[in-house]
């Protein structure tokens, strides 16, 4: 009864030194594992709550896979970090990249890469949503959504989150199709082959 007793405690104890470092249990070139820095391997881009749901369908985003396979434009290399994080490095640099022009902080000295977010000086990542939030709602970093006014148009565009979105994710799939003929994925004219309501 003892060595039952003594077992019975020995595997709870394992299960939670286990389960309080499941950090641990993940590996490959996408696991950051610095402290809050970890992605998760998927995100559910959720419909937005001021739309009607039948006409918003969410979108399952594989984070892992953008970020540890050959998912670049021309399909040689993963897809930087800084391609959808773009406030993730120093401000002089999102300036090379227009229409991008800020950084977050604002003092940023280094760029996000899988390796500099193991480094625990690197300022946490941030969503999405912290800068781009839907239509009528203040950003949790901003006073206001983004605007910003296209090579080409009059009238600025407001970047809530389904905007942005919406250009972030269409015009990568779109050139990259370009790029590679006969390349199969979704392209901004396929929008349910995303919204497929999973």
Not at 35 to 45: E, F, N, R, S
Not at 97 to 110: E, F, G, N
Not at 171 to 195: F, M, Y
């Amino acid at each position: 009864m003892k060595l039952l007793i003594v077992s019975a405690t020995l595997a709870c104890l394992l299960c939670v030194i286990i389960g309080c470092n499941s950090r641990a249990l993940k590996s490959g070139a996408g696991a950051l594992v610095a402290d809050g820095k970890t992605p998760a391997d998927t995100y559910k881009l959720s419909t937005d709550s001021k739309k009607d749901k039948a006409k918003s369908l969410p979108l399952t985003f594989n984070h892992l896979n953008h970020s540890t396979k050959n998912y670049s434009v021309d399909g040689t290399k993963p897809i930087a970090c800084i391609e959808c994080h773009h406030t993730e490095q120093p401000a002089a640099e999102a300036a090379k990249h227009p229409p991008l022009k800020s950084a977050y902080p604002p003092d940023r000295t280094v760029t996000l890469t899988a390796e500099t977010a193991k480094d625990a000086k690197t300022p946490d990542v941030q969503n999405c949503r912290a800068c781009h939030a839907q239509e009528g709602d203040k950003p949790k970093l901003l006073a206001a959504n983004p605007q910003v006014t296209y090579e080409g148009d009059t009238d600025a565009t407001v970047l809530t989150n389904e905007e942005a979105y919406h250009r972030n994710c269409n015009s990568c799939h779109d050139q990259a199709v370009e790029a590679r003929k006969g390349l199969k994925i979704p392209t901004s004219q396929e929008c349910l082959k995303c919204h497929t309501g999973q």
